[in-house]
């Protein structure tokens, strides 16, 4: 059974820092690329950041680029994402995704198994 389980969310004040996790499993983790993606209320889900199979290509969205880094560690089977400078604009629900295939991409058809997701609330 494929589990992706997200955590490290919580409630954080603006201009702060937060450090989210994913760990997969029930399927090879390595061999698939993982993306971040995130949902505010009534809003679509939109994608934040992705990264192929080995960490050797990453994307991001123009809303988190340049305070965001996507990594993954395949020896513990986790994806993680770090959001520096965080705004209340940043406030959703963060899930993540493993891909069909080993790259990197933006779209969510791309995407097979998803997470619960795990909240993040950023304060004024």
């Known amino acids: 059974q494929v589990q992706l389980v997200e955590s490290g969310g919580g409630l954080v004040q603006a201009g702060g820092s937060l450090r989210l996790s994913c760990e997969g499993s029930g399927y090879t983790f390595k061999d698939r690329g993982m993306g971040w993606y995130r949902q505010a209320p009534g809003q679509d889900r939109e994608f934040v950041a992705a990264?192929?199979?080995?960490?050797?290509?990453?994307d991001y969205s123009r809303s988190v680029k340049g305070r965001s880094t996507i990594s993954r560690d395949n020896a513990k089977n986790t994806l993680y994402l770090q959001i520096d400078s965080l705004t209340p604009e940043d406030s959703a629900v963060y899930y993540c995704g493993a891909r069909k295939d080993s790259g990197l991409g933006a779209a969510r058809s791309g995407y097979t198994y998803w997470g619960q997701g795990t909240q993040v609330t950023v304060s004024s």
């Open positions: 990264i192929n199979w080995s960490g050797t290509s990453v």
